[in-house]
């Protein structure tokens, strides 16, 4: 590996010593389309395919510490609209009688 090839790599977060081994299934286009991207550049289809992925995923060093919202992030603002006019309907069984059949 060239000089070049492995200043790309730490610019990147791509260290030898913590690579894991994945499999993909790719259609053959595909698999042409990274062999000779691969050879032009003088790298490997894993070098390729990995350059691919920190493009479309992001640098990991700039991933949002936050998930994604919960169900209540995104509905909170609607909670609570509709008033129903019994006040004890979430406690109370007696308005469960019959429900569900």
Do not use: W
């Not at 994604?68 to 469960?96: F, Q, R, V, W």
């Amino acid at each position: 590996m060239t000089p070049v090839i492995v200043l790309l790599n730490a610019t990147i977060g791509i260290t030898f010593a913590r690579m894991k081994t994945i499999t993909i299934k790719v259609p053959e286009e595909l698999d042409a389309r990274l062999a000779m991207r691969a050879k032009r550049r003088g790298v490997s289809k894993s070098e390729v395919a990995r350059e691919a992925f920190v493009q479309l995923l992001g640098d990991k060093s700039q991933e949002s510490v936050e998930e994604e919202p919960s169900a209540y992030d995104i509905l909170k603002d609607d909670l609570g609209c509709i008033d129903s006019g019994i006040g004890d309907l979430s406690t109370n069984p007696k308005h469960m009688e019959g429900f569900g059949k």
